[in-house]
């Protein structure tokens, strides 16, 4: 049985405790700013459809700096803060997902494939390919035939 005023003691000690929440334990929120917002992920949009369109060029840094206004020192601390990865890591993941979709999808030889989406260093290709999805080349594309 729930004594007389129940319900007004158990909303002031749950004021209490947000009070007390509030008081000790509040941490202030940076002011987000919605327009600087909008305008940064108005930029990344332009570079990431441009990398998009043109992803078999090695772009430089300084064109694509200048595709949105930036000098390229800023454009690469723009990009890694709001990507998480250097532009060239992110234009090379790009190039590495078509790679990786033509190997198991198609017969063509790996030299084919490679010129097709602008990898003209095997070397680094494959040391990017290998760290990306922890084999070769081929033996990824052996294992996908080998699954179907």
Same mark, same amino acid.
């Given at each position: 049985?729930?004594? %007389?005023?129940?319900?007004?003691?158990?909303? /002031? =000690?749950?004021?209490?405790? =947000?009070? !007390?929440?509030? $008081?000790?334990?509040?941490? *202030?929120?940076?002011?987000?700013?919605?327009?600087?917002?909008?305008? %940064?992920?108005?930029?990344? #949009? +332009?570079?990431? *459809? &441009?990398?998009? !369109?043109?992803? *078999?060029?090695?772009?430089?840094?300084?064109?694509?700096? *200048?595709?949105?206004?930036?000098?390229? #020192?800023?454009?690469?601390?723009?990009?890694?803060?709001?990507?998480?990865? $250097?532009? +060239? !890591? &992110?234009? #090379?993941?790009?190039?590495?997902?078509?790679? &990786?979709?033509? =190997?198991?999808?198609?017969?063509?030889? =790996? /030299?084919?494939?490679?010129?097709?989406?602008?990898?003209?260093?095997?070397?680094?290709?494959?040391?990017?390919? @290998?760290?990306?999805?922890?084999?070769?080349?081929? @033996?990824?594309?052996?294992?996908?035939?080998?699954?179907?």
């Amino acid at each position: 049985a729930k004594e %007389d005023g129940f319900l007004l003691k158990f909303n /002031s =000690l749950l004021f209490l405790l =947000l009070f !007390e929440l509030k $008081t000790h334990f509040s941490v *202030k929120m940076m002011n987000v700013n919605v327009g600087q917002r909008k305008k %940064d992920l108005a930029r990344l #949009n +332009i570079i990431l *459809k &441009y990398l998009q !369109e043109n992803y *078999k060029q090695n772009i430089a840094l300084e064109d694509i700096a *200048k595709l949105v206004h930036f000098q390229t #020192n800023y454009f690469c601390r723009f990009f890694k803060k709001h990507m998480g990865v $250097t532009f +060239i !890591e &992110y234009q #090379n993941q790009v190039k590495l997902a078509y790679v &990786y979709r033509d =190997l198991i999808n198609t017969k063509d030889s =790996l /030299s084919m494939i490679l010129s097709r989406h602008g990898f003209n260093n095997y070397k680094l290709f494959r040391t990017l390919f @290998k760290k990306h999805f922890g084999d070769t080349p081929m @033996k990824v594309r052996k294992h996908i035939v080998e699954q179907d």
